[in-house]
């Protein structure tokens, strides 16, 4: 299975940016996609962004649209999230997510493998 540790985090204030990362081990098959979700306690997990790694077409979830943007490494199997313009209500912990393809990984079907995740708090 896909082993995913995340980097980034931390507190930012209104308005500033910051970048995730998310670094993958044991990736086979040309099928893959990476991506982030983020949850609040008692909510459940909304997606972020996603993005296919063989051709880099990415997904965004509405309440990010505009303000973040998804990449990918190839060489360095990894992901990164900048997310601009950031609100309070983007505070949440976000966790790094792989599974075969984009589809999937809208969906939380199949088999996801999933990061440590990572604390964001927007401060305003």
């Known amino acids: 299975q896909v082993q995913l540790v995340e980097y980034g985090g931390g507190s930012v204030q209104a308005g500033g940016s910051l970048q995730l990362s998310c670094a993958a081990s044991?990736?086979?098959?040309?099928?893959?996609?990476m991506g982030w979700f983020r949850q609040n306690p008692g909510t459940v997990r909304e997606l972020v962004a996603g993005?296919?790694?063989?051709?880099?077409?990415?997904i965004y979830g509405d309440l990010v649209m505009g303000r973040a943007k998804i990449t990918r490494d190839t060489a360095k199997d990894t992901a990164y999230l900048q997310m601009n313009n950031l609100k309070p209500e983007d505070t949440a912990v976000y966790y790094c997510?792989?599974?075969?393809?984009?589809?999937?990984?809208?969906?939380?079907?199949?088999?996801?493998?999933w990061g440590q995740g990572v604390q964001v708090t927007v401060v305003s």
């Open positions: 997510v792989a599974n075969i393809g984009l589809g999937t990984l809208r969906s939380m079907t199949g088999r996801p493998s």
């Open positions: 044991n990736r086979t098959g040309r099928s893959f996609a």
């Open positions: 993005i296919s790694w063989s051709d880099g077409f990415p």
